[in-house]
């Protein structure tokens, strides 16, 4: 992202993006962070893997280690909470587009 303005006002589309592809299956960092670059958010590795620890430690996310051609892979599910406040997005994101 180019700016903190621009990372501050994005980071909420950012998780919200990250629960909604949790919820349809497994991800994990790299795929996490070539489909947001297909969304026009560049964001570095060093940015995406704190956020998604920080959404496990916020029990949006849980993570399970699973070993892909020899190397270990990181995969994010998202929780019954995370479940919850992906609607509760969802709901937000309508009533303020409808707003805008």
Do not use: C
Not at 10 to 20: E, K, Q, S, V
């Amino acid at each position: 992202m180019d700016s903190k303005l621009e990372r501050r006002m994005f980071l909420g589309f950012i998780y919200i993006h990250i629960l909604n592809h949790a919820n349809e299956h497994p991800i994990y960092g790299s795929w996490m962070m070539e489909e947001l670059i297909t969304h026009g958010y560049t964001i570095s590795a060093g940015t995406l893997y704190p956020l998604l620890h920080r959404m496990e430690d916020e029990s949006l996310l849980v993570s399970e280690k699973t070993v892909v051609a020899g190397k270990q892979r990181k995969n994010y599910k998202i929780t019954p909470f995370g479940k919850q406040m992906l609607e509760k997005s969802h709901q937000k994101l309508k009533e303020i587009v409808g707003e805008i």
